[in-house]
T-cell receptor, first 112, second 113 residues
Framework: EAGVVQSPRYKIIEKKQPVAFWCNPI?????LYWYRQNLGQGPELLIR????????DSQLPKDRFSAERLKGVDSTLKIQPAELGDSAVYLC??????????FGNGTRLTVT | GDSVTQMEGPVTLSEEAFLTINCTYT??????LFWYVQYPGEGLQLLLK?????DKGSNKGFEATYRKETTSFHLEKGSVQVSDSAVYFC????????????FGSGTRLQVQP
């Protein structure tokens, strides 16, 4: 089966610019996650969707971050405006019910 | 809240050496426990898991036993190979429908020929 697909693979932007990341989960997976992984750290949850509903967004910095999963399939994570501290790898994962999470390869964001 | 603590790396071993990467956790109730591996340039992959106390997860020669009394889930392998060089993450999935994973900070393993 095709895995979780993320794009772009790399993104370099200047601070205060907007940026968006896209994720296509594994077909049929109802749960989608966005994680942020800082250099040398483990991933930290930003938001979790059950179908199209965001059921856990307590760690999402809502002043500048937004996410959507309009049809319960693909998802987009946006940052506007980006700050230097947002430089990290943004990971998308998906799962079906209680199955283990499957991760994409991530988008490496560099804010200059 | 839930948390996972891993031994700091990097861990450098010679091929065929014995590997232990320590992991302890703090959680309410009885979480599920996981080890994920991240090879260079690749995404996180599930290595093994255990869902209840005394369960042993195993895969590719790696093992970890869910120890409730010590809140630990140490990763072991009897004979490492160069191809095992990667970053290993211990993680837990909490209870009450919160299926998102909480990760440790990762341990880099370097295996030398």
């Amino acid at each position: 089966e095709a895995g979780v697909v993320q794009s772009p693979r790399y993104k370099i932007i200047e601070k205060k610019q907007p940026v968006a990341f896209w994720c296509n989960p594994i077909s049929g997976h109802n749960t989608l996650y966005w994680y942020r992984q800082n250099l040398g750290q483990g991933p930290e949850l930003l938001i979790r969707y059950e179908n199209e509903e965001a059921v856990d967004d307590s760690q999402l910095p809502k002043d500048r971050f937004s996410a959507e999963r309009l049809k319960g399939v693909d998802s987009t994570l946006k940052i506007q405006p980006a700050e230097l501290g947002d430089s990290a790898v943004y990971l998308c994962a998906s799962s079906l019910d209680n199955s283990p999470l499957h991760f994409g390869n991530g988008t490496r964001l560099t804010v200059t | 809240g839930d948390s996972v603590t891993q031994m700091e790396g990097p861990v450098t071993l010679s091929e065929e050496a014995f590997l232990t990467i320590n992991c302890t956790y703090t959680a309410t109730g009885y979480p599920s426990l996981f080890w994920y591996v991240q090879y260079p340039g690749e995404g996180l992959q599930l290595l093994l898991k255990a869902t209840k106390a005394d369960d042993k997860g195993s895969n590719k020669g790696f093992e970890a036993t869910y120890r409730k009394e010590t809140t630990s889930f140490h990763l072991e392998k009897g004979s490492v190979q160069v191809s095992d060089s990667a970053v290993y993450f211990c993680a837990l999935s909490g209870i009450a429908g919160r299926r998102a994973l909480t990760f440790g900070s990762g341990t880099r393993l370097q295996v030398q020929p």
